[in-house]
């Protein structure tokens, strides 16, 4: 079996990917992966890291605004499809999966065109512009939210609900149970994990800075992640403490995921996947920088059914985050009913599911 992969921008569209693969391989050993990603994303970092082949494409998104950018992007457009077919008669894959981004909509048009079975994975409860414009060309729709099926309309017959290959990648991880100790933290003291996604959350690490000494209070412990970018400056304003660890980024999140108490973060679709797949309560902070508002529509899915709480961005600099935080640690039956509320969203056979619509499209 040969598999195209693509999707790229962030690491929600990276990471599920991986996951689908990792798991794939443990059915088809023999299989076979080309990646197709672009030299700026940051796909072009982490992809290579697993050995996985890699090829790019210029490729790049459209502005809402009138620009001269807009003309490159549809010249890059146009080029980048006769690339991908390029790559694609080369690898000859039986099938392509894209799992998100702008990278996805010339490579699997391109295999569309070339007669190659498609896949899109959708993983949030909004679709994005590529993906509904590629839902008349592919072959299947994989989604992650019920929500999201009216984006897709006219092509409910492609669509298969199948959650995000992630989760299940979580469980089925061999965890440390000493991923605290690893901070210098207390193995089973209540813990918050603060954070921002992997760049880091500019408003939310202001939060955190502003009300660091009212958290220091409370009988628990945190671990706050900044970001790369924004880490030497809240290093500067925060002392580390034994009690209060300030990181630029977490390599074995799975790990600290399955440690915590309670996560304040953003609410990307891959983020969701996890919390809900372990069953970790959360209060949720939407980034209101997103196409379509769409991480706000995520994160009412989990307030809907009492698995998380929401503060909204221009809500940070108010106290209403901090309330949650210390309400919610000093209310452990609370934070077990957000827990089971939380894990009966999961879905924890993503993967699994994926390859079962991978085999039928292929029989």
Request: charged share 20%; with cysteine.
């Amino acid at each position: 079996m040969k598999i195209v992969l693509s999707g790229g921008g962030t690491g929600g569209h990276i990471y599920p990917a991986l996951a689908l693969r990792e798991y794939i391989l443990t059915q088809y050993p023999d299989a076979e992966f080309l990646y197709i990603g672009t030299e700026k994303g940051l796909e072009n970092t982490i992809v290579p890291k697993y050995n996985i082949p890699f090829e790019t494409i210029k490729v790049q998104g459209i502005r809402r605004s009138l620009s001269l950018e807009n003309i490159k992007t549809a010249v890059y457009a146009v080029s980048s499809i006769f690339t991908a077919k390029k790559i694609l008669k080369k690898f000859n894959p039986d099938i392509v999966i894209g799992t998100g981004g702008y990278v996805c909509g010339p490579v699997l048009y391109a295999a569309s065109k070339l007669g190659i079975p498609t896949i899109i994975h959708e993983q949030n409860s909004v679709a994005g512009v590529t993906n509904k414009i590629l839902a008349k060309y592919v072959t299947k729709i994989c989604t992650c939210f019920e929500t999201v099926n009216r984006d897709f309309e006219k092509y409910t017959s492609k669509i298969v609900m199948t959650g995000n290959p992630r989760a299940q990648e979580l469980l089925q991880a061999n965890v440390d149970e000493n991923a605290l100790e690893g901070f210098g933290l207390q193995k089973n003291k209540p813990t918050v994990l603060f954070f921002g996604g992997s760049r880091g959350a500019m408003n939310l690490n202001a939060h955190v800075v502003s009300y660091y000494k009212l958290y220091t209070q409370m009988n628990t412990q945190f671990i706050f992640v900044t970001g790369q970018a924004h880490y030497n400056e809240i290093a500067s304003q925060i002392s580390d403490t034994k009690q209060f660890k300030v990181v630029p980024y977490i390599n074995n999140m799975i790990d600290v995921l399955h440690a915590v108490d309670l996560v304040v973060c953003r609410s990307g679709a891959t983020t969701l996947a996890e919390l809900t797949a372990l069953g970790v309560p959360s209060v949720l902070v939407p980034s209101p920088f997103v196409t379509n508002n769409h991480q706000e529509k995520n994160a009412r899915s989990l307030v809907d059914k009492q698995a998380a709480e929401i503060v909204l961005e221009d809500e940070l600099p108010s106290e209403k985050l901090y309330h949650y935080v210390y309400d919610l640690m000093h209310n452990r039956e609370q934070l077990e009913k957000m827990s089971k509320a939380a894990q009966k969203m999961g879905i924890t056979d993503a993967s699994k599911r994926i390859l079962n619509v991978i085999r039928e499209i292929l029989r």
